[in-house]
């Protein structure tokens, strides 16, 4: 038996695994991949991302982590439109923000509902389009992980797709609906801003830059960080999904808020309809 054999067929069995299939397979990949990039494509998916940031309160030895639950769920409306779902739930876990463990606390934040009408062709110059509302649903587990307020506003994503690269932005705005804060809480009043560039290689990685800018009306301060990301689009067991990780950075951001580098981890499951 040649000694090479063994060897050879443990290698095609990884390659088969991890999607890297010559042909059509590796053609589906490449599609696949773009759509992951994607925020209003029409597939299902499931992104679990966690976000770890550090620096924060009066001493600058607070942390606190993020880990953002994010269905996307498309829907057929009629030939040309498609409605894409996209939800955020974020599950918080903070410590050393306050003096005395005050302000340590784990558990959920207020989710963000967002709905993308979006048309199933891009425009005639390639641009891929989606506007709706975004929603702010009070579901914070303490009063210092949400806002205890209901919100509503406008949210839009353009992005175009060409030779291996995607760039676009993605954008919402969100104000308090009237009487809904509490007494010792400011309305919500707030910005979001997600311009994104990424190139996507032969190889299906895909290296990523992106800023996800909050800016806050009432308070007037900016929370800026920018992600520096790798992305790997990988098969297993015939299950296809993304694994992501990268540095952050904040350039900016309120009093007692994040400072200097963070870390980002995401693994999202894809399922291709």
Do not use: C
């Amino acid at each position: 038996m040649d000694a090479k054999k063994p060897f050879l067929s443990a290698g095609a069995t990884l390659v088969a695994m991890l999607g890297f299939m010559p042909g059509a397979q590796a053609e589906d990949s490449a599609e696949l991949a773009k759509k992951a990039l994607n925020p209003v494509a029409a597939m299902y998916s499931l992104p679990v991302q966690y976000n770890w940031d550090q620096k924060m309160g009066p001493t600058g030895e607070g942390m606190h982590s993020v880990t953002n639950i994010q269905p996307v769920l498309p829907f057929t409306l009629n030939d040309d439109w498609n409605l894409i779902s996209r939800t955020i739930l974020p599950v918080i876990d903070q410590h050393g923000l306050a003096p005395n463990g005050a302000a340590d606390k784990s558990g959920v934040g207020d989710i963000t509902q967002s709905f993308f009408f979006s048309p199933k062709q891009p425009t005639e110059s390639g641009w891929i389009l989606g506007v709706g509302p975004a929603i702010l649903i009070p579901t914070g587990s303490d009063e210092l992980l949400g806002s205890e307020q209901w919100g509503i506003g406008p949210t839009a994503v353009a992005l175009k797709q060409e030779n291996g690269w995607t760039h676009g932005i993605l954008a919402n705005h969100i104000w308090g609906l009237d009487g809904s804060p509490p007494d010792d809480k400011d309305k919500v009043n707030q910005t979001f801003l997600q311009p994104f560039l990424s190139y996507t290689t032969s190889t299906l990685t895909t290296w990523g830059v992106n800023t996800e800018s909050t800016y806050n009306w009432q308070s007037r301060e900016w929370s800026v960080p920018v992600n520096l990301t790798v992305t790997q689009l990988l098969k297993i067991g015939g299950q296809p999904l993304t694994v992501q990780a990268g540095p952050r950075y904040w350039l900016d951001s309120p009093d007692d808020g994040p400072q200097g580098w963070g870390f980002r981890f995401a693994i999202t499951m894809l399922f291709p309809r």
